[in-house]
């Protein structure tokens, strides 16, 4: 089970992210970033596991505890949900068209 996101981002990275996804557009850089929150933030794009889905699958696992499941014997779960979300301001920025047939889960403007 996760209880946060996998491979957690570094809490300076996620502190700074507005520093570092500008930077990266500033040096013309097209960058993809693991969480949502990096594109909202002015990253170009982000592909990795739907964060809300995990903390729900987390929730099944806490009501399997209260049911009397020992923790121990609860398998590992990998996330079955992934997200691609591209922000199409930082992509005109960087002079990269996004084809409309791309199935992105969010475009941001």
């Known amino acids: ?9 570094n809490p300076v990275t996620i ?11 500033q040096h013309r850089l097209p960058s993809v970033y693991p969480y949502r ?13 739907d964060v809300a889905d995990l903390y729900r699958s987390g929730a099944s696992y806490v ?13 590992i779960q990998q996330p079955t949900k992934f997200e691609l979300v591209i922000n199409l301001k930082t992509a005109k920025a ?3 068209t996004i084809p ?9 403007e």
């Open 63 to 75: 009501d399997r505890i209260l049911r009397g499941e020992k923790p121990g014997d609860l398998p």
């Open 37 to 49: 929150l990096y594109v909202t933030s002015g990253g170009l794009a982000s592909y990795g596991p």
């Open 94 to 96: 960087l002079g990269i």
């Open 1 to 9: 089970m996760f209880t946060t996101p996998p491979r957690s981002t």
């Open 15 to 25: 502190r700074h992210r507005e520093l570092i996804t500008s930077l990266a557009v």
């Open 100 to 108: 409309p047939t791309l199935l992105a889960d969010e475009l941001i």
